[in-house]
């Protein structure tokens, strides 16, 4: 949601939950429970719409874990080697350096 709606992702209540504290299961269905800091504009409120339907079309399983991957890693872990990396080389692309 962050990158195909980011005025919208910045209008939720929770900017880093995990899945699971966006709703829940009842009678084996997902059901999304979306919050925002303010009553929506109607032009919010269409993308909130979009968003919606997007999302809805990925069912959950109850059974699969909900967990945060790293996806600089092919591991999914996150390690602080592997930010180091990833932040010098977006310095190396722009030519800047730390120090």
């Not at 959950?60 to 996806?71: E, G, V, Y």
């Not at 591991?75 to 990833?86: F, H, I, L, M």
Request: with cysteine; charged share 25%; hydrophobic share 40%.
């Amino acid at each position: 949601m962050r990158s195909e709606f980011p005025e919208l992702f910045a209008l939720s209540i929770k900017l880093a939950a995990m899945i699971a504290e966006m709703g829940e299961f009842g009678r084996g269905c997902w059901s999304w429970t979306l919050k925002w800091k303010k009553i929506l504009s109607t032009s919010e409120l269409e993308q909130a719409n979009l968003s919606c339907t997007i999302i809805c079309e990925v069912h959950l399983k109850q059974s699969a874990s909900d967990k945060r991957r790293w996806n600089c890693e092919a591991d999914g872990n996150y390690s602080t080697k592997s930010a180091k990396t990833v932040i010098d080389i977006i310095l190396l692309s722009c030519n800047l350096s730390l120090f």
